[in-house]
């Protein structure tokens, strides 16, 4: 399983942006993804995660209410929306997945098997 993130770029404080995780090698059936960012000089830290099923997600304090995760299995993608993004939220975006058919997805990297090369995104004030 290979993933590939698009979607950064630089927007002003309060713009917004949808950042996409495409799988390539097959498809994300059966597999949690999640969202985890770098800031500079920062350890990397969950945003968010979404289970297999597409029925859970889970969001990190600083996403909740500002960001959605969700699926679309037909093009083998999750997305995550960001809404009223701040300088803050400036960072190295990866998206990355493992195999898991049930339960709700863990929203710490260590759980996660596959990595994409990461997307960045740049927030100005």
């Known amino acids: 399983l290979q993933l590939v993130e698009s979607g950064g770029g630089l927007v002003q404080s309060g713009g917004s942006l949808r950042l996409s995780c495409a799988a390539s090698?097959?498809?994300?059936?059966?597999?949690?993804v999640g969202w985890f960012r770098q800031a500079p000089g920062k350890e990397r830290e969950g945003v968010s995660c979404?289970?297999?099923?597409?029925?859970?997600?889970n969001y990190a304090d600083s996403a909740e209410g500002r960001f959605t995760i969700f699926r679309d299995t037909a093009k083998k993608t999750v997305y995550l929306q960001m809404n009223s993004l701040k300088p803050d939220d400036t960072g190295v975006y990866y998206c990355?997945?493992?195999?898991?058919?049930?339960?709700?997805?863990?929203?710490?990297?260590?759980?996660?098997?596959?990595w994409g090369q990461g997307t960045q995104v740049t927030i100005s004030s």
């Open positions: 979404i289970s297999s099923s597409g029925a859970n997600t």
């Open positions: 990355a997945s493992y195999h898991d058919r049930e339960g709700d997805c863990m929203p710490f990297e260590q759980w996660y098997d596959y």
């Open positions: 090698g097959e498809t994300l059936d059966g597999y949690h």
